[in-house]
């Protein structure tokens, strides 16, 4: 990382001085003029104006006593910060079951002299007040995993690799969020703007992001930019946010014995007809455009005519016309399989008329909102100044993740990983390698604190 000093500071003072001054001199000509009704009124500040002021340039930071030492804290304490991550790992946390998780959090974060509380659906909160309560950045780590209550969360360790189910998404995120806040405490950084940091549920899966709804949702106006710590990877910043849409389709019909009620319309046949037709939809290339039939269930045993059966499929793309699209499809294909179903049964001479038929019934499990960050972010502008003062290239990526919600609000938001190098995300073979995290951390630290803003 290059130091501080190398940096060729510009002489800030007497340009702000000579700005401050033109800019009274403007104030008061144009208070002059509305009085004398030569404009309606005074142009009211933009919120997008007033974010520039509130933030500060990644270079100043660099010259701040408090800012180096923070930094200097996070290089020399990468290993604490990786314990930390194993010990939260093996704490299971599928969604709507984080809460023993969420325990453990909180006590670290208050540990790291925040103000912490526990909200009414499980979000951890630890707030960081700065000089101004009307204005807060949130930096949120999801809580949660894919994997069931029973899955083996034990963190392997061997040549420095760490093995688990979540150690990357999101024990990653979630350490990099201690990390920083204690970084930040050591250091005695202050802060202009309130930093909350936050441990929220359901992200994952049908958990339809309800904890980054309810921060958002609950901080009202006074959010100004949200953060989202998700994973390992510093080679990419997600800007854009994928919209997507779960949906459960079952099909119920009166069920029965394999021999002798064989005829009787089979749920689980109605549902593969009707799959095998949706496969043949073609996807474009742009907008991309994916599906995934995630589960599929149904029946209680091999020789019982099962009287349910249900398929979970998720959507995603570039686009939210396309997720329409296809979500269209996959409903007239279910339909016409359940048809086709029917009709094969009165083939057999089996009237539909008696009760004997199928019903089909659909679900929203959940819906993400897409958006995107606008190309001249002060925020954007921030993690861009971090990437330089650490060395690091990045690209910018659409993804799903905890920044949707804000962006589909209008909100500036990213996502970000915490640091060193990981894959296997959503695997039982995930792993995760912590050399060189400190470049991540510290990358966090400064778009943080650069859309925060320092006090002198």
């Not at 589909?408 to 060189?436: F, N, Q, V």
Request: charged share 25%; aromatic share 4%; hydrophobic share 40%.
């Amino acid at each position: 990382m290059p130091s501080a000093e190398k940096l060729t500071p510009a002489p800030v003072w007497s340009k702000l001085s000579r700005q401050g001054a033109r800019c009274s001199l403007i104030c008061i000509l144009l208070s002059w003029a509305a009085a004398l009704g030569f404009i309606d009124a005074m142009p009211k500040l933009s919120t997008t104006s007033a974010q520039q002021k509130a933030g500060t340039p990644v270079a100043e930071l660099a010259r701040n006593d408090s800012v180096k030492r923070a930094l200097d804290w996070l290089a020399k304490n990468t290993a604490w910060i990786t314990d930390e991550q194993a010990r939260i790992t093996e704490i299971p946390a599928p969604s709507f079951q984080e809460a023993q998780r969420a325990a453990y959090l909180r006590r670290a974060l208050a540990a790291c002299g925040l103000r912490v509380r526990t909200d009414d659906i499980g979000n951890v909160i630890g707030e960081r007040p700065g000089s101004t309560d009307d204005q807060v950045v949130l930096l949120v780590a999801h809580l949660d995993t894919v994997f069931p209550a029973d899955t083996d969360v034990h963190v392997r360790r061997e040549r420095g690799m760490l093995y688990a189910p979540g150690i990357a998404d999101n024990g990653a995120g979630l350490s990099s969020l201690l990390g920083v806040a204690r970084a930040l405490n050591e250091a005695k950084v202050k802060t202009r703007r309130t930093i909350v940091f936050a441990g929220d549920v359901g992200e994952e899966g049908e958990g339809n992001l309800r904890g980054v709804r309810q921060l958002v949702e609950g901080y009202g106006n006074r959010v100004t930019a949200v953060i989202a710590l998700d994973g390992a990877s510093i080679d990419y910043v997600v800007t854009q946010a994928l919209a997507s849409r779960r949906i459960e389709i079952t099909v119920t019909g009166p069920g029965g014995h394999s021999w002798t009620d064989f005829g009787v319309p089979n749920p689980i046949n109605a549902l593969a007809r009707g799959i095998s037709r949706f496969l043949k939809l073609t996807m474009p290339v742009t907008p991309r455009t994916t599906f995934n039939i995630g589960e599929i269930e149904g029946g209680g045993s091999v020789n019982t005519i099962p009287a349910r059966a249900a398929i979970k499929v998720d959507i995603r793309s570039e686009q939210e016309k396309e997720i329409v699209r296809v979500e269209s499809a996959l409903r007239d294909s279910i339909r016409t399989g359940i048809q086709e179903e029917m009709d094969a049964s009165k083939v057999r001479g089996i009237a539909s008329a008696d009760g004997g038929g199928l019903d089909m019934q659909s679900r929203a499990l959940g819906v993400r909102p897409g958006g995107e960050l606008p190309a001249n972010s002060p925020l954007l502008q921030a993690v861009t100044e971090a990437d330089r003062f650490v060395g690091n290239r990045s690209r910018q990526e659409r993804s799903s993740t905890d920044a949707n919600v804000p962006l589909s609000m209008g909100i500036p938001a990213i996502a970000m990983g915490g640091g060193g190098r990981a894959g296997g995300a959503h695997t039982s073979g995930e792993w995760y390698d912590p050399d060189g995290r400190e470049l991540g951390l510290q990358r966090i630290l400064l778009t943080l604190l650069s859309t925060a803003g320092i006090e002198k």
